[in-house]
């Protein structure tokens, strides 16, 4: 009985610390991309050549990174209320 219940605080610690990291990665890829689309609002910015394909492929890498984190999100919440269910349900 007492493993069990080492192994329940070590998972519950274990989601808590991803759920900070992902949460983390989430602020700073929306932090990137706000940054990426104030980047076209300026006047003296111009497109075209292998600057421009960087630029589109690192915006791509962070909506990918974006719609990852979110769904990571959402996994873990849905881990979180099976998790507590089933310790309730002990």
Known sequence: MA???ALIRWERTRREQ???????VFGLTSGALGFCASLLTQKDVTLGGAGTSLYLLSVG????????????ILRLEVSNEVQDRAAQDR
Do not use: K, M, R
Request: aromatic share 4%; proline share 0%.
């Open 18 to 24: 991803l759920g900070i990291a992902i949460t983390l």
């Open 3 to 5: 493993d069990d219940d």
């Open 61 to 72: 890498v962070f909506v990918v990174a974006l719609v990852a984190s979110v769904a990571v």
